[in-house]
């Protein structure tokens, strides 16, 4: 999709400075004045998200609402910027764009630009560049102290952006000095619509969509999220890491389980082609055509640190399927379950967290008689606990077995540590669940007990009916923040919408 424009020459010059200045210019086009462009003629619509962030890259996202040439200027020196890359939008992705850029220094600050051009515009209309600033991750080798932030669950239920306060939580995210931020799923709500009063009764900005099931609608969605200003603040500094859930398909969607037969859906028709496409298209993700469609990744963040992100949804079997302990089901499939051993096993990392955006003990799925959506089976022969089991093995034969998994979907916040093995007492994980960002609340305290659960902490509200107004279901949504200092301490907390930390524990790691 994307067009490398001058990629030899700037890739040169970012690591010999001797002809910075005069390269520069060279390379630089369109309209500039030495420094990157000083207009674009369309427009930024959505800001820009930057992911895919490694020691010496980076992926740039951005939207404009017409044919255009996205541009990306990257600051190398003090007021010399230069032109990595260009790549064409058009409608088929609703004018959305990527550029990856390579060759960068690891843990530099760096500025950038992007903007679009209209191929023979005769529009005087001119628009401003988008300027921000962003880090590239620290060396794998280099023991660096990190912080992040994650959450999920934006938009459901009618809990959509308010009329003065957008989505609140991500002011205090916003407030944050963290390193990067974790989407861990239902980053949008595809199957729920935004009214102009809200769950809570607060007066929200509606949005222009039914439940999706056309791309329109699904692009509609994204594009009403990335239209609150702190969530576009967040992402046009902060490195955004994203996985899927099932809300930005359809309800508890596998494979087998994304049609719908009522109104405004058509019956048989799949709707996991249409949600992932529009996932792709309005997220800062790597699109390999050696692997299409993969959504599971790994991350680096020094030498403290890798983190795994799991896809839940588009490899598993039926939910309504009996899980056999022998012949067990799938809900990562063969592939992902090989990959996710392999790089637990190759990782140096001291810690190991691995996101998986359905819980691990917390009994999801609705209704229950249609089997377990997660991994738990709380009492049914349904669930994906034997995979699960086979996993968690697999991570205690190895020789450091520090790890952590982040989870959501639930809309309450809950802490686990478990002792799954009853003749290995030191293994040891914990599971920290939260959200929602923006979203109804579905507290519950049941919990399967396969694992040896301990909960360390609840949050959440009575009842899903004893929110009764806004202001109190503020009290509510939550997030987390995870931070690794330089001897490898893990300080992990849960935080309400304003910032204030609820619970924090401190994890001394295995050396």
């Known amino acids: 999709m994307a067009t490398t424009s001058n990629h030899f020459i700037s890739k040169f010059i970012l690591n010999h400075s001797f002809f910075i200045q005069l390269i520069a210019v060279l390379c630089l086009t369109g309209n500039t004045s030495g420094n990157g462009a000083d207009y674009g003629d369309a427009p930024v619509t959505h800001g820009v998200a930057i992911g895919a962030v490694e020691e010496d890259s980076a992926l740039f996202w951005s939207r404009t609402d017409r044919e255009a040439i996205m541009h990306l200027a990257i600051e190398i020196e003090e007021g010399v910027f230069v032109l990595e890359k260009s790549t064409t939008v058009t409608a088929t992705r609703d004018f959305t764009g990527k550029i990856k850029i390579h060759g960068l220094k690891a843990d530099t600050l760096l500025s950038y630009r992007v903007w679009f051009m209209v191929e023979n515009s005769e529009s005087d209309k001119k628009y401003p560049v988008f300027r921000g600033k962003f880090r590239t991750a620290p060396s794998s080798v280099k023991a660096q102290a990190v912080s992040f932030a994650w959450s999920g669950d934006v938009a459901g239920q009618n809990v959509c952006r308010d009329v003065e306060e957008g989505f609140p939580a991500f002011k205090a995210i916003n407030s944050l000095p963290i390193d990067f931020f974790i989407g861990l799923g239902d980053m949008i709500y595809a199957d729920n619509t935004c009214e102009e009063i809200g769950k809570y009764g607060n007066r929200q900005i509606p949005g222009n969509f039914k439940p999706s099931a056309n791309m329109e609608d699904y692009w509609a969605h994204w594009k009403y999220n990335r239209e ?284």
Request: hydrophobic fraction near 35%; avoid cysteine; aromatic fraction near 14%.
């Open 228 to 511: 609150d200003s702190g969530y576009r603040q967040l992402l046009a500094k902060t490195p955004y890491f994203v996985i899927w859930d099932d809300h930005e398909v359809v309800n508890d969607f596998g494979p087998l389980q994304d049609t719908r037969d009522e109104p405004p859906y058509i019956p048989g028709e799949h709707l996991l082609p249409l949600g992932r496409r529009a996932f792709e298209d309005y997220n800062p993700i790597e699109e390999n055509p050696d692997s299409p469609h993969r959504l599971y990744y790994s991350i680096r963040w020094g030498l403290n640190l890798e983190v795994f992100f799991l896809d839940n949804r588009q490899y598993r079997d039926a939910k309504s399927e009996a899980d056999d302990p022998i012949h067990h089901k799938t809900m990562l499939g063969r592939e992902q379950v090989v990959w996710l051993k392999e790089k637990l096993s190759n990782s140096d990392a001291l810690w190991k967290v691995i996101v998986s955006s359905v819980p691990l003990s917390i009994p999801t799925g609705w209704p229950p008689k249609d089997g377990r959506d997660g991994w738990a089976n709380h009492g049914q022969n349904t669930g994906y606990e034997n995979e699960l089991l086979d996993i968690i093995g697999f991570m205690q034969d190895l020789p450091q077995r520090n790890f952590v998994w982040m989870t959501t979907d639930v809309h309450f916040a809950e802490v686990f540590r478990y002792t799954p093995f009853e003749n290995d007492p030191s293994f040891k994980m914990h599971e920290f669940v939260v959200g929602p960002l923006s979203a109804g609340f579905f507290p519950s305290r049941d919990f399967d007990l396969t694992l040896n659960p301990e909960s360390l902490f609840f949050h959440g509200p009575e009842t899903m009916d004893s929110v009764t107004n806004w202001e109190e279901a503020k009290k509510w949504f939550n997030f987390g923040v995870m931070s690794i200092d330089e001897r490898g301490k893990l300080t992990a907390s849960v935080r309400d919408t304003f910032g204030k930390i609820l619970y924090q524990t401190r994890l001394q790691p295995e050396q």
